[in-house]
């Protein structure tokens, strides 16, 4: 048995006996002991025995805890660390060739003179049209309320009578203030929201339809909306 393990054998069996003390004087001492926990006895037997045996004991596992015993390996016991499988060596990685200097392609001027193409249409095919409503809004500006009139009442499907009532309304509010044009694209949200009330209001508000003709209004905006090409 090395040192070490000589010592901390020893500060075990202390430790052990102290705790065989302890442990008689405790049950010899159990009245008293009981009678200060409870605060009926001034005597502080508690303290008496812990600055007796306590702080003792107290040492004597701090010491074992410093003191760990020296692990002595067997002769004929193979490590658990050892390598058991024979190394296979490990081919070694090889980095991408790179060239030095890249040649650019023969085909670069011809792109450059190319380059004020790019964006435009083919030819003979015709510009995207701007929005419906975008095309409404613009008709108002430009004073052209009759085919404002017109272009609206195809959007929401009303007659053109009520459609020139429509552009109109909106013409005179737009006119206050071109916040009108907020609140009539809130009617989209407010449908795609299922908040069908609202809708309703926001379409009396900005182009004065009520009841049946802002129902039929309505009603053909969520088909536009529900049709594949809104998406």
Do not use: W
Request: glycine share 6%.
């Amino acid at each position: 048995m090395s040192d070490r393990n000589q010592a901390l054998a020893i500060l075990k069996q202390a430790r052990d006996a102290l705790l065989a003390r302890m442990t008689t004087e405790i049950l010899e001492q159990s009245e008293e002991i009981m009678a200060d926990a409870e605060g009926e006895s001034f005597l502080s037997e508690i303290e008496t025995l812990y600055d007796r045996m306590g702080n003792k004991l107290a040492h004597l596992n701090q010491m074992i805890a410093n003191l760990p015993s020296e692990v002595t390996e067997q002769p004929g016991e193979e490590s658990s660390f050892e390598r058991q499988d024979a190394a296979v060596e490990i081919e070694k990685a090889r980095l991408p060739h790179f060239p030095l200097k890249v040649t650019p392609p023969e085909d670069t001027s011809e792109l450059a003179e190319r380059a004020d193409l790019i964006g435009l249409p083919a030819p003979g095919t015709p510009l995207p049209k701007a929005p419906a409503f975008g095309r409404f809004v613009t008709l108002i500006e430009q004073g052209n309320v009759d085919e404002a009139g017109d272009l609206i009442g195809q959007i929401l499907g009303i007659s053109p009578f009520s459609g020139l009532k429509c552009a109109q309304t909106f013409a005179a509010r737009y006119e206050a203030d071109t916040a009108v044009v907020v609140q009539a694209m809130r009617i989209r949200h407010e449908l795609v929201a299922h908040r069908f009330n609202e809708a309703l209001m926001l379409m009396h508000e900005c182009f004065g339809l009520q009841g049946v003709e802002a129902m039929v209004a309505l009603h053909k905006m969520r088909d536009i909306l529900a049709a594949p090409s809104s998406s």
